[in-house]
């Protein structure tokens, strides 16, 4: 709304302007040298990026997304213009991707929804490898997100397809899907939201399907450790570091889990698979 807008429209502004003032201490303490140069570009890319983001997240979309979810789980909408970009900077671009494609195992004709879809590279990765005898869904609740899917769809025409969806309440009908995707998805759900999220993928799965999830896991390290311990304090997170992943996908009614891969010591590959006979 109108007030919103605004809000985003001053915090924007408060920041680039804290920033502009950091800079410019920087440069009456220090001198005009190679290092302060350096350090003030730093300090002014990041909040002129940051506004960037908040702005064009309160624009209008340019068509019509049809009905937006509400959910109570993190969107990303104000993140949609430099998402990508970001996600190769955090070492999770087109390798990252791809290893999440070969733990998927992808068959030509497979029906694939990728939950939580963000800007839609996965999904179009899936729509390639299922060919046209297959299908490929991606579903996102941050608007901003599914349109930037379709505008990186236009630009390769793989076939995949994108709408808004939340995975609490998946528009789809029981038994659709041969396998499901959720990258770097179920930390953005609170603890309470999770148990329905995964039954609402059990339930569009068919019989023998999988889910392929990558996210959060108990750190292997003790670096790591030191870097993510403030997600304990999170209710989002916390159990996730506690390595309780599986215990929310076997209580949904997945069997067996498998545990598939790991990325950066931080991110663990889990593969669920959907019973032949759900009671």
Same mark, same amino acid.
């Given at each position: ?47 002129? #990026? &940051? =506004? ?7 624009? @209008?979309?340019?068509? !019509?997304? *049809? /009905?937006?979810?509400?959910? +109570? ?106 396998? #499901? &995707? =959720? ?7 609170? @603890?309470?939201?999770? !148990?329905? *999220? /995964?039954?609402?993928?059990? +339930? ?76």
């Amino acid at each position: 709304n109108g007030r919103w807008t605004l809000a985003r429209r001053l915090l924007a502004g408060l920041c680039f302007a804290l920033f502009a003032t950091l800079g410019t201490i920087i440069v009456l303490l220090f001198g005009m040298t190679l290092w302060t140069i350096f350090v003030v570009t730093v300090l002014l890319a990041c909040p002129i #990026a &940051i =506004a960037r983001a908040f702005i064009a997240g309160a624009q @209008p979309l340019p068509l !019509p997304l *049809g /009905l937006i979810p509400a959910t +109570r789980g993190i969107t990303l909408n104000w993140m949609a213009p430099f998402y990508d970009g970001m996600c190769r900077m955090m070492g999770f671009g087109r390798e990252f991707r791809h290893r999440t494609m070969d733990v998927a195992a992808l068959k030509p004709g497979d029906q694939v929804l990728d939950v939580g879809c963000g800007t839609g590279v996965l999904t179009i990765l899936a729509a390639q490898r299922v060919g046209a005898a297959g299908r490929a869904v991606g579903i996102d609740p941050a608007a901003a997100m599914i349109w930037a899917a379709l505008e990186n769809e236009a630009r390769v025409r793989s076939g995949a397809e994108f709408q808004p969806g939340a995975i609490e309440a998946l528009a789809f009908d029981d038994a659709s899907f041969d396998v #499901a &995707i =959720a990258s770097v998805v179920l930390h953005h759900l609170p @603890p309470d939201l999770k !148990p329905q *999220g /995964l039954r609402e993928v059990l +339930r569009v799965l068919k019989p023998g399907g999988r889910f392929v999830i990558v996210d959060i896991d108990r750190p292997r390290s003790p670096l790591w450790w030191l870097v993510a311990w403030p997600l304990l304090i999170l209710p989002h997170t916390r159990l996730h570091l506690r390595g309780r992943v599986a215990d929310y996908l076997r209580d949904a009614g997945f069997d067996p889990i498998e545990v598939s891969a790991s990325w950066a010591g931080v991110l663990t590959f889990w593969t669920a698979h959907k019973p032949n006979s759900v009671q």
